[in-house]
């Protein structure tokens, strides 16, 4: 089922969205990306590919507790991979 993801999103749909990318990460923990990105590639396989409007704040979320790190890269985008030492 395709969850569609807007601005004014649920608590449970936030919920939703960062199990996404932790489920993703979980089958690939050397997987690297930004933020576009992760909603291109990675959350499509988990019925989240509308979720454009609710990606930073989860990924923010998700630096915060220590399951992402964040890199910038030069153009100024950021880099999101699992937190290996957690």
């Not at 933020?35 to 590639?41: K, Q, S």
């Not at 704040?57 to 991979?81: I, K, M, Q, S, T």
């Amino acid at each position: 089922m395709r969850r569609q993801f807007v601005a004014h999103a649920s608590v449970r749909d936030k919920e939703q969205l960062r199990a996404a990318i932790e489920r993703h990460l979980a089958r690939h923990p050397l997987a690297a990306d930004t933020a576009a990105g992760i909603v291109a590639n990675w959350l499509p396989a988990h019925g989240c590919e509308d979720a454009a409007g609710q990606i930073e704040a989860a990924l923010d979320e998700l630096v915060e507790a220590g399951r992402l790190r964040r890199h910038r890269l030069p153009d100024g985008n950021f880099l999101y991979v699992a937190n290996v030492e957690r």
